[in-house]
Every structure is written in C-alpha cells, then in structure tokens.
C-alpha cells in the first residue's frame, strides 16, 4: 500500500509540475520570440520539403539542369588546376563566367559558413525560406502586432506559391535573393524611424547579402520599393511639419547603398563591365528602335501578367494549372499566384480598418504600383514609362516577376487585417458584424450550391474564355480538365472562406474562444497555400542529375578526339526540336558553338541572328510531305547558295563534330557513329557527323574586307561574297597588309580558358584569324611579348596583325574588376561590420 501511495504522489507531482513546464517554455518563448518565430517556421519548411531534408532529393527541372552543367567543367577546372575560371569556353564559342553570373563561387558570404558541409545546393536554398517568413514578422512587430498574427504574416509570404515555385522549378538565386526582401524593408523601416549606425550596419548587411546572391532583377525590385518608400517617408514627414529633416532619410538611404554595392563589388564590377557587351546592355545592330540598350521592348514583356490573371488571387486554378491547362497570355506558367482566400480577406480587412495608417497606405500603393507593372505589354504605357526611363530597368524581362511584391504587401496586411479581426472579436458591442459574418457565410455556401446546380451554363460561360488551338476533339477533352481543375477548386476555396467565416462566427457569439480560433485560422491557410504549393513540390533522387552531367554517348566518342574543336548540336524545325540550346556537354567538357544562357555576348547574338545557321542548317535539305494521310521526310535540293555560306561559316567556327538525328547529305560530313541520349525522359537517336574541311582554331586568311555597316558584312557572309576560311571582315584597318603564304603555318601550343598560346611562322605579313569571341573588356593579345591590337574579325571574333618571321602569340585573360571588386568587398565588410558592433555598443 505503501507503495501505491508513493506512486500517487509521484504521479500527482508530475502532473503538477506539467503547466509549469509549459508555463516556462510559454515564458521563453515570447523572451525570445524572434528566435522562436524562426524555429518554427523552419519546422514547418522542413515538413514541407521533407524528402530534400531526410532523402536527400533535388528538383529536377530544365532551369537547374542548364546552371549545374555550366558549372561542373568550371569546378573541375577549380577543383583539378586550382585555378578560378573567368572564362568559359564550353558555350557559344566562349563567354565570361562572372559577367554573366554562370560561375561566382565564394561571392555569397552565407554560403562560406556551410562551405565545410557536405550539403547539396537544394538544402542550402530550402533553408533560406525561414528568412522571408522572419522579415514579415518582424515587420509586423514593429506595428505593434500580436505574436499569433504576425507569425501568420510572415507564413504566407515564406509559402506564397510564387516563392515555392521559384526553388521547385530551378531558380535558386531567385528565391534567395528574394527572401532578402522583407528583412531589407524591416531594415530601413528601422533606420528611417529609429536612425542609429547600428541599423545603418545591419541594413547595409542585408541589403549587401542579397547584393552577391546575384538575381539583379530582384534585387533591383528591392530598390524599387526602398526607393519609392523614402520617397513615401519623406512625403509623410512634410506633411507633418518636419521637412527640414528630409535630408537624414536620404543620406542614410545613400550611406546604405554604397556599403551595400561594396559588399557585392566583387560580383557587380564584372557585371557592370561586362553589360556593354552583353544582350542585356547593348543593342542589336538589327535592332529596329534607334538608341535602345535594353533587352528590347518585344522580348522584355513576353512574360506579361493580365488583369484576367488576378482571378487566380482567390481561386488557383481559374486559368488553369500549368502545362497545357494554362490558357492565359503568358508563353506558359507553372502555377498560378494564389495568396489564400483567407489572406485576401485579411487584407481586404486591414485595408479597411486600417486605412488611415502610413504602412497600409504605403503597401496599399505599393501594391498598386506593381501590379500595373507586372501587367507589361498589356498595359504598355505604364511598362514603357518605367522601361525608357527608369535606369537599368530595360535590363530586365518577364513582367510578372514584379508580382513578387504584390505577395510581399499581401502578407504584411494579412498579419495587419487578422490584428484587426481579433480586435474587433473582443469588442462587446460586435452582434452586427457577428451577423454579417454568418450572413457571409452562409451566402458562399448557398453560392456554391446555386452554380453546381447551373454547371452547365457556368461551363459554357467559363469554356467560352478558353482559346482554340487543337482540334475539335483535344480541344474538348482539354477544355474538360480545365474545368474541373476549376470547379474542384471553386469548392475548395468556398469552403475554407465558409469555415473561416463560421469559425469567427462562433467566436464573436462566444461559442469559442479566441486564442483556438485565431489558431484555426491560422491552419486553414496553411491548408489552403500547401493544397496549392504540394502540386509543385515535386522532388526527385539526385540520381537524375548525375546521370543527367554523366558523360554520354555523344560525349565519349568525342572526348576520344583530343584536338581543339566544337559542335554543333542542330535545331530541327520540321520536328520541333532543338538541340542547339542544349548545355548538357558542358558538362562533359565538350565545347559548343550552341547552348543557353540569359545573358550572352551581344556580339556573338548578332552574329547567330545575322547568319541565321542554326535555325535552318538540317531543315534546308529536307520537307515533310503528307502523303496518304501519312507525314513523310522527304530529301529536296537545298539553295546552293545557302549550302556554301553554312558550310563555310561551320568550317570557320571550328566545328568538327555536327550532332544531328538526320544525316546530311554533304560529300565532306562523314557519319561517324549512331549514338542515343536520354532526351526528356526518352531515348533520342542521334547521329555524330564530322565535318572533314574544318580549319583550326586559329588560322591565317590571305586577306580582309572592310565594313563599316555590320548588315553589310552578314550580307556578304550569307551570299558568299566574303568567304570566312579566306579572308576576313574587318571594321578597322590592320596595322599591316597581309600578303599570300602557302607555307605560313600557326600551332596551338596550348588551348586554355585563360590563356591560349599559338606558335606560326610565314614568310610575310598575316592576319591570324581566331574564330572566338571577341570581348576586349578581358582579352588581351601579345605578338613576342608585346601587346598588339584585337581586331573585331567577322563581327564576333578576334583577329591581330603579325609580321613575318618566326612569332609566338599569346591571348590573356584579364580581371581588373575582379581583382578591384574583392578588396572593396572585403573592406566595405569590415566597415559594416564595424558600424554594426559601434552601434550595439553605444546602444547599450
């Protein structure tokens, strides 16, 4: 018995110290509720990415593929020679690595302190998403929002399914530039309000942060808001009588800035001198708007949200749900920009209650603002507007990205309007608005029944939106899933939006109590954003990826050549295939003439415009005849013409190897071997054609052609007026005339990204002739030591004068940029740094 009653005040005593554990973690949770809020929304993001954090899995989508082959012969060159590659030779004959944000290791200082794990990219990317969460909240906070509605806050914007979508669909820089943004807005919010150096520090260290992540577009975004809230700021204090303080806002919004670009120096000067060279900032010769050097007008909007496409605010699958249900403007999405029934009615709330509040009307016209440029070309006067004259915005392409602010002021005044709604729960004097709120909820369900009674004629009137592309056939059973995927979603969101009414409903009539409902609230928006986000997290094994940057068929036979060469991966228009974008032989070490990147030299654009090889190359020696009911490849004679101008331009461009499904019928292109790759998830047979009359990569022409209009010059390459193996078009005068040799020789002593060296001898003056691309911010010549001039030979490569005699030229890499960048880095990092620590100090 004794023992029993021993046992029965152990139990009791357990049970009495049980709320006061509670109690305490309760107690150091609001302590440290900053800390606590993090930890729970990495919780959560973790769940929801479980297969990447426990199986390690990866998302294996085109736009990560494209980056991970760019980048794995760099990090062997890295890892092997232990050299830092500025160039890479595997694309498009050749192009600089940090200019163009291919390769930037060790830019991102977050990155070095996982540099000692072994954690793949995708983890690294996940846990970023805990930082968009922590912005918001913090953001909230500083209004004086309760802990439960500010966690909320910064939830719907960490799993809003455009931030998802940008790690699902490969566009991890996206994403962790993105989850800056909200840290950022606390930040200055902070300093505008508070001043102090220390936020100065702290700003200039976020902002610096999402600097070297390198998405530019987003960043730039990021100053969009900043810019337009000091504005806003210094707005609001003249209005109430303060304007002779609005210089303290701006100089400490220009103190931010500078400290900010120091710490991504190393990365932004590259840039900023690669831009004049790039597609991104200069102008196509065949540009048709004079003075344009953007991305142009056509190509920077193709990527245009619609006013339609709002719909999909509130019900997610109202235009479909990606792939070929997609039915609005854009090329093609992947999901749409829902934000939450719930969180639209928060918002929809705080704007109401609030409306008199300097951040609600900020966000109000912040929101505005962007959505009007999000819509792009259609809405073209305001997208112009910004487009012509505001700078560096003609940098940039894909309008909807804007949205991304959208959602950020979304989730801010969803936190706002949930504050809001419990306040008003708390009121005494509240049985109005009680009855409305059921009245509402009772009025979606009874909505709900009403159009499911009428589907058929909410069908037609729905199915009557949809474009015809297909047949009459396809185009029903499509139109069929587009509806489904409709109403099915229809019904979801009207029953959360009904619960949510019902549930504060009950809680204003006291058949609840608040704390469970703000909770349930809570839940039914995670719900309702994970319905939507589970149907694009996607995760497969890594597996997919090392076979993807495995060597394949293609690249084992042509590694068995250890000459200098590239290939030519064809496009074939009559099957809609293309092989020329692909950089998947990157991978392998294989240098192309082809491959895909957003941000390639301008040069090098106008010469595969001004040719235009790479679009009809297969297709002018063959058609397709429909025969019986039955599609046909039929061989035809191709415009001898055009068959001599590609022939020459593919001998120029050192192409060896043609990598081609169909033969071409050519005596000099001899089929070397029938391959197979695994090409979108089946196996595409190819043929390895080589090409016997390639020339070197360097070599001498006997003489040059000179242009001054480049139009000029493709004109007499497309009608072989200048043949590229003989002579070459110049667009200045070489320092020397070159006279005919036929014992002149060149040998490529050495073929490297950095540094290439070439013996020759002749007899007379030479123009060598080396056909990759020109880019003069980098490249350097020297003839015995000495610099000599690079001209600008066939538009997009390089040329120089030697004289007679024995030579020996070098072409050498340089990186003025880089090298300046990282000491501006690393003292614009001990500087932040340093106000950081003096402000705490002085703080305390």
């Given at each position: 018995m004794a023992k029993k009653r021993n046992k029965s005040k152990a139990q009791v005593k357990t049970k009495q110290s049980q709320p006061g554990l509670v109690a305490n973690i309760s107690s150091w949770?609001?302590?440290?509720?900053?800390?606590?809020?993090?930890?729970?929304?990495?919780?959560?993001?973790?769940?929801?990415?479980?297969?990447?954090?426990?199986?390690?899995?990866?998302?294996?989508?085109?736009?990560?593929?494209?980056?991970?082959?760019?980048?794995?012969?760099?990090?062997?060159?890295?890892?092997?020679?232990?050299?830092?590659?500025?160039?890479?030779?595997?694309?498009?004959?050749?192009?600089?690595?940090?200019?163009?944000?291919?390769?930037?290791p060790f830019v991102y200082f977050p990155y070095l302190a996982f540099s000692f794990f072994s954690i793949?990219?995708?983890?690294?990317?996940?846990?970023?998403?805990?930082?968009?969460?922590?912005?918001?909240?913090?953001?909230?906070?500083?209004?004086?929002?309760?802990?439960?509605?500010?966690?909320?806050?910064?939830?719907?914007?960490?799993?809003?399914?455009?931030?998802?979508?940008?790690?699902?669909?490969?566009?991890?820089?996206?994403?962790?530039?993105s989850v800056y943004l909200p840290l950022a807005f606390w930040a200055m919010h902070r300093l505008f309000n508070s001043g102090g150096i220390k936020y100065i520090g702290i700003a200039a260290l976020i902002l610096g942060f999402q600097f070297q992540r390198g998405h530019v577009?987003?960043?730039?975004?990021?100053?969009?808001?900043?810019?337009?809230y000091l504005l806003f700021f210094i707005i609001q204090k003249i209005k109430a009588g303060e304007a002779a303080k609005f210089y303290q806002p701006l100089l400490q919004f220009a103190v931010v800035l500078v400290l900010a670009l120091g710490l991504a120096a190393v990365l932004y000067l590259p840039v900023l001198e690669y831009m004049p060279y790039s597609i991104r900032g200069a102008a196509s010769v065949f540009a048709t708007s004079a003075g344009d050097t953007g991305v142009g007008i056509e190509y920077a909007t193709q990527w245009s949200f619609s006013p339609g496409e709002m719909m999909t605010f509130i019900i997610p699958s109202f235009y479909g749900f990606g792939g070929q249900t997609y039915w609005g403007t854009m090329p093609f999405t992947d999901y749409p920009h829902y934000m939450s029934i719930i969180v639209f009615g928060l918002a929809v709330f705080a704007l109401i209650k609030r409306r008199r509040e300097a951040l609600v009307i900020f966000l109000l016209l912040e929101i505005f603002i962007a959505?009007?440029?999000?819509?792009?070309?259609?809405?073209?006067?305001?997208?112009?507007?910004?487009?012509?004259?505001?700078?560096?915005?003609?940098?940039?392409?894909?309008?909807?990205?804007?949205?991304?602010l959208v959602q950020f002021g979304f989730a801010v005044l969803a936190g706002l309007g949930l504050q809001s709604l419990l306040e008003k729960i708390k009121e005494k004097a509240a049985s109005e608005f009680a009855k409305k709120i059921l009245?509402?909820?009772?009025?979606?369900?009874?909505?709900?029944?009403?159009?499911?009674?009428?589907?058929?004629?909410?069908?037609?009137?729905?199915?009557?939106?949809?474009?015809?592309?297909?047949?009459?056939?396809?185009?029903?059973?499509?139109?069929?899933?587009?509806?489904?995927?409709?109403?099915?979603?229809?019904?979801?969101?009207?029953?959360?939006?009904?619960?949510?009414?019902?549930?504060?409903?009950?809680?204003?009539?006291?058949?609840?109590?608040?704390?469970?409902?703000?909770?349930?609230?809570?839940?039914?928006?995670?719900?309702?954003?994970?319905?939507?986000?589970?149907?694009i997290n996607n995760p497969v094994s890594n597996r997919q990826m090392s076979d993807y940057l495995r060597e394949d068929q293609v690249g084992q036979f042509v590694n068995r050549d250890k000459s200098t060469f590239r290939i030519f991966p064809v496009n074939v228009g009559f099957a809609r295939l293309k092989l020329f974008d692909e950089n998947r032989w990157s991978a392998q070490g294989v240098q192309s003439v082809g491959g895909y990147h957003a941000a390639k030299l301008r040069v090098y654009q106008d010469f595969l415009d001004g040719t235009g090889f790479t679009n009809n190359y297969i297709d002018k020696y063959y058609t397709v005849s429909n025969a019986g009911g039955k599609n046909r490849l039929v061989q035809i004679q191709p415009d001898a013409r055009l068959k001599l101008a590609h022939n020459?331009?593919?001998?120029?461009?050192?192409?060896?190897?043609?990598?081609?499904p169909y033969p071409v019928p050519e005596s000099h292109i001899l089929e070397r071997a029938e391959v197979g790759i695994n090409f979108r998830g089946q196996r595409l047979p190819l043929r390895i054609l080589e090409n016997e009359n390639v020339l070197e990569r360097a070599f001498f022409v006997d003489n040059f052609q000179k242009f001054d209009d480049p139009k000029a010059l493709f004109n007499a390459l497309n009608t072989g007026q200048l043949d590229p193996t003989k002579s070459v078009g110049l667009y200045a005068e070489p320092a020397v005339q070159p006279e005919p040799d036929a014992t002149a020789a060149v040998e490529v002593v050495s073929y490297h990204a950095h540094d290439i060296k070439l013996k020759m001898s002749s007899k007379t003056p030479q123009l060598l002739v080396l056909s990759d691309p020109y880019y003069p911010a980098g490249w350097q010549a020297y003839v015995n030591g000495q610099e000599t001039e690079i001209l600008q030979a066939n538009h997009a490569f390089r040329a120089i004068a030697v004289?007679?005699?024995?030579?020996?030229?070098?072409?050498?890499?340089?990186?003025?940029?880089?090298?300046?960048?990282?000491?501006?880095?690393?003292?614009?990092?001990?500087?932040?740094?340093?106000?950081?620590?003096?402000?705490?100090v002085k703080d305390e």
């Open positions: 949770m609001l302590r440290h509720d900053v800390l606590s809020a993090f930890f729970f929304y990495l919780i959560i993001i973790v769940v929801f990415f479980s297969e990447i954090v426990f199986q390690g899995k990866i998302f294996f989508v085109p736009d990560s593929q494209a980056p991970a082959a760019l980048n794995t012969p760099l990090w062997n060159m890295f890892n092997s020679e232990g050299i830092h590659p500025f160039w890479s030779p595997y694309i498009f004959s050749g192009l600089p690595t940090y200019g163009s944000l291919i390769f930037t793949n990219s995708t983890l690294l990317a996940i846990l970023h998403f805990p930082f968009a969460g922590l912005g918001v909240y913090l953001i909230l906070r500083d209004q004086k929002v309760d802990h439960l509605p500010a966690f909320l806050g910064g939830l719907v914007f960490m799993l809003t399914p455009h931030l998802i979508s940008m790690e699902t669909f490969g566009h991890g820089s996206k994403l962790m530039t577009q987003i960043v730039y975004y990021t100053w969009l808001l900043l810019g337009f959505l009007l440029i999000s819509f792009g070309k259609n809405l073209p006067f305001v997208y112009g507007f910004f487009y012509d004259y505001f700078p560096y915005f003609n940098k940039f392409r894909v309008p909807v990205m804007m949205l991304i009245i509402a909820g009772i009025a979606v369900i009874a909505l709900l029944l009403l159009l499911t009674l009428a589907q058929s004629v909410l069908q037609g009137f729905i199915q009557s939106f949809y474009p015809v592309h297909y047949a009459p056939q396809t185009q029903a059973q499509l139109n069929q899933m587009r509806f489904d995927l409709f109403f099915k979603d229809m019904w979801l969101v009207g029953l959360i939006a009904a619960a949510a009414f019902f549930l504060i409903y009950a809680t204003m009539t006291n058949k609840l109590k608040l704390k469970p409902t703000a909770v349930a609230l809570c839940a039914l928006i995670v719900i309702d954003l994970w319905l939507v986000i589970g149907k020459k331009l593919l001998n120029f461009l050192n192409v060896k190897y043609i990598i081609s004289p007679a005699g024995e030579n020996e030229v070098a072409f050498k890499l340089q990186t003025p940029a880089y090298n300046t960048g990282k000491w501006i880095t690393l003292l614009s990092f001990l500087a932040v740094m340093g106000l950081w620590i003096w402000g705490s």
